[in-house]
């Protein structure tokens, strides 16, 4: 199952990280990343319990490793267009923090359906403070 969690998150965000979404205003752009992948928790109740209990697997390690790995360059390609003042060093590690930050996060906000709404609109408002401090508002673009 974990196997087939990934490979759902794979297909999940290469469907979002398009260069369209380098195009859309820091709000749409943070609900059309987060918003799906809180879905997908919500829609698949086990993903966070298992996920953790597999994390002693060395296969499974490196796939969540490898499937970081794509989703972090993937990011920072985003960056670097939403952004083109900003260096490809900037751009990946902003990525970093924002992919850490949700990974912290997402969890707390609960596993399943009773997700809590509130963690979710307080993990979008430091994503969205945190990109407008490092690369400024989207005027500055």
């Keep these: 199952m974990s196997e ?3 490979e759902d ?4 965000f290469d469907g979002i990280l398009t260069d369209e979404l380098a195009q859309v205003p820091l709000s749409q752009f943070i609900d059309d990343i987060l918003d799906p992948l809180v879905q997908y ?5 086990g993903f966070q319990a298992l996920w953790l209990q597999s994390q002693g697997d060395p296969r499974l390690a490196r796939m969540h490793l490898d499937l970081t790995e794509v989703l972090t360059r993937k990011t920072a390609w985003i960056f670097a267009r939403r952004y083109p003042k900003s260096d490809e060093a900037s751009a990946m590690r902003s990525s970093q923090i924002c992919i850490r930050t949700v990974h912290a996060l997402l ?8 997700i809590d ?3 979710i609109v307080e993990l979008k ?7 407008q401090a490092v690369f400024g508002s989207e005027s500055e673009r």
């Excluded at 998150?9 to 999940?12: A, C, E, G």
């Excluded at 969890?107 to 009773?114: K, N, V």
């Excluded at 408002?125 to 990109?131: D, E, G, K, N, P």
């Design 117 to 119: 709404s509130q963690i």
């Design 9 to 12: 998150l794979r297909v999940l």
């Design 125 to 131: 408002t430091m994503i969205r403070a945190y990109l």
């Design 107 to 114: 969890p707390l906000a609960g596993d399943g359906p009773a």
């Design 41 to 45: 928790h919500q829609t698949h109740p």
């Design 4 to 6: 087939q969690f990934c």
